[in-house]
T-cell receptor, first 113, second 115 residues
Framework: AQSVTQPDIHITVSEGASLELRCNYSYGATPYLFWYVQSPGQGLQLLLKYFSGDTLVQGIKGFEAEFKRSQSSFNLRKPSVHWSDAAEYFCAVSGGGADGLTFGKGTHLIIQP | DAGVIQSPRHEVTEMGQEVTLRCKPISGHDYLFWYRQTMMRGLELLIYFNNNVPIDDSGMPEDRFSAKMPNASFSTLKIQPSEPRDSAVYFC?????????????FGSGTQLSVL
């Protein structure tokens, strides 16, 4: 069965500093990978997704993520965070069939002024 | 488009009562998913529909949970009888047909508290 691990429950970053959120997945074949963001009291919004091809994918709000098959990772990065980036971030995997996504438990991002 | 619409936003009920959560997917979307979010378990897929037909309900925790989709624009998730451990945020999401990697659109969720 597919699974996603986000090892960091909380991350605190100073405004303007760089960010990297970790995600490791378990899946038997080539996965489809996603990062979603959830603001307080809101549903999830897609930041970016990886299907195939270039392993570095660009998303909205200045985020990017890199797929590394050898490490089974799909880490999310941003060169300079803004206070508005404070939210919960979820990594997710899909097998490409019609089924739903499997989500990690999320990383709560705190931005220090 | 108004997006995925869920109601109510908040529900507080007493143990043993019936609870019904509602969802209106985005028009034209073929798939509808119900997720439950808790601190302990994160986001769990409960059930999903394709063209109003339930495809996989293996995530439904118990027989107390049931879901229906009588038409393309409406779905319900019912808990009867409710228990305190059912307290969570319940999300509905929808997407178009095609690969599972198509973008999933989420509603704002229903915060359920069972006392």
């Amino acid at each position: 069965a597919q699974s996603v691990t986000q090892p960091d429950i909380h991350i605190t970053v100073s405004e303007g500093a760089s960010l990297e959120l970790r995600c490791n997945y378990s899946y038997g074949a080539t996965p489809y990978l996603f990062w979603y963001v959830q603001s307080p009291g809101q549903g999830l919004q897609l930041l970016l997704k990886y299907f195939s091809g270039d392993t570095l994918v660009q998303g909205i709000k200045g985020f990017e993520a890199e797929f590394k098959r050898s490490q089974s990772s799909f880490n999310l990065r941003k060169p300079s965070v803004h206070w508005s980036d404070a939210a919960e971030y979820f990594c997710a995997v899909s097998g490409g069939g019609a089924d739903g996504l499997t989500f990690g438990k999320g990383t709560h991002l705190i931005i220090q002024p | 488009d108004a997006g995925v619409i869920q109601s109510p936003r908040h529900e507080v009920t007493e143990m043993g009562q019936e609870v019904t959560l509602r969802c209106k997917p985005i028009s034209g979307h073929d798939y509808l998913f119900w997720y439950r979010q808790t601190m302990m378990r994160g986001l769990e897929l409960l059930i999903y529909f394709n063209n109003n037909v339930p495809i996989d309900d293996s995530g439904m925790p118990e027989d107390r949970f049931s879901a229906k989709m009588p038409n393309a624009s409406f779905s319900t998730l019912k808990i009867q009888p409710s228990e305190p451990r059912d307290s969570a945020v319940y999300f509905c999401a929808s997407r178009k047909a095609g690969r599972a990697a198509e973008k999933l659109f989420f509603g704002s969720g229903t915060q359920l508290s069972v006392l």
